[in-house]
């Protein structure tokens, strides 16, 4: 089992920056990749980006110029910076980890609020 924890979400004006951390626990070494997913109100869940333990990392097209995806070198954190804020990035970030076994794990999620 793994367990994911995120942080750093608020609120911040449009145009403002904010940094997402997410701390991995419990089977550390059966993950393969850490990521982010968003979900605004009434949307579905969505791709923002993800990171595999060799550090690449792919990220969704309209997301890619904004915000930026890292891990630190012990591979159980997580970040995502994201620039230029706008309304539309107001969503619950959630938290990803994929296991070798090809199972999914999610965090509880951070509200992200942008206000214009």
């Known amino acids: 089992q793994v367990q994911l924890v995120e942080s750093g979400g608020g609120l911040v004006q449009a145009g403002g920056s904010l940094r997402l951390s997410c701390a991995a626990s419990?089977?550390?070494?059966?993950?393969?990749?850490l990521g982010w997913y968003r979900q605004a109100p009434g949307k579905q869940r969505d791709l923002v980006a993800t990171?595999?333990?060799?550090?690449?990392?792919n990220y969704a097209a309209s997301m890619k110029e904004r915000f930026a995806i890292s891990r630190n070198d012990a591979r159980d954190m997580v970040f995502l910076h994201m620039d230029s804020l706008r309304s539309e990035d107001t969503a619950v970030y959630f938290c990803?980890?994929?296991?070798?076994?090809?199972?999914?794990?999610w965090g509880q999620g951070t509200q992200v609020t942008v206000s214009s």
């Open positions: 419990g089977r550390i070494r059966s993950i393969k990749a």
């Open positions: 990171i595999t333990n060799s550090g690449t990392s």
């Open positions: 990803y980890a994929l296991d070798w076994s090809n199972i999914n794990y």
